[in-house]
Nanobody, 131 residues
Framework: QVQLVESGGGLVQAGGSLRLSCAAS????????MGWFRQAPGKEREFVTA????????YYADSVKGRFTISRDNAKNTVSLQMNSLKPEDTAVYYC????????????????????????WGQGTQVTVSS
């Protein structure tokens, strides 16, 4: 069982930066690939980025490539999302996710996932980017 708790959301002006964190409970954290998704009002939840359990492989949606960076610290059971050059269209609730299989997140690059497709989800944190 893995519990995920996000933090770091807030209000920022366009062009600014935010850093989201996801704290995971459970001794098996390092076995899980980790990802971030986001959901804007009236839209489907969409994939943002993912990182393998070793941290050696990362994946990004085209919309955030070059602006967002995912990282993880297996000693601290945390995964972070550094978001730079934020745009109003980045406004959404951001969700941390964990799955034993990195292929789920790779699939998410091109296919919308439902909640049941991923092992664990956090409760989400709001990010609002003003223009």
């Amino acid at each position: 069982q893995v519990q995920l708790v996000e933090s770091g959301g807030g209000l920022v002006q366009a062009g600014g930066s935010l850093r989201l964190s996801c704290a995971a409970s459970g001794r098996t954290f390092r076995s899980y690939a980790m990802g971030w998704f986001r959901q804007a009002p009236g839209k489907e939840r969409e994939f943002v980025t993912a990182i393998s359990w070793t941290g050696g492989s990362t994946y990004y949606a085209d919309s955030v490539k070059g602006r967002f960076t995912i990282s993880r610290d297996n000693a601290k059971n945390t995964v972070s999302l550094q978001m730079n050059s934020l745009k109003p269209e980045d406004t959404a609730v951001y969700y941390c996710a964990a799955d034993l299989n990195i292929l789920i997140f790779i699939t998410a690059l091109s296919t919308a996932l439902s909640e049941k497709d991923v092992d664990y989800w956090g409760q989400g944190t709001q990010v609002t980017v003003s223009s």
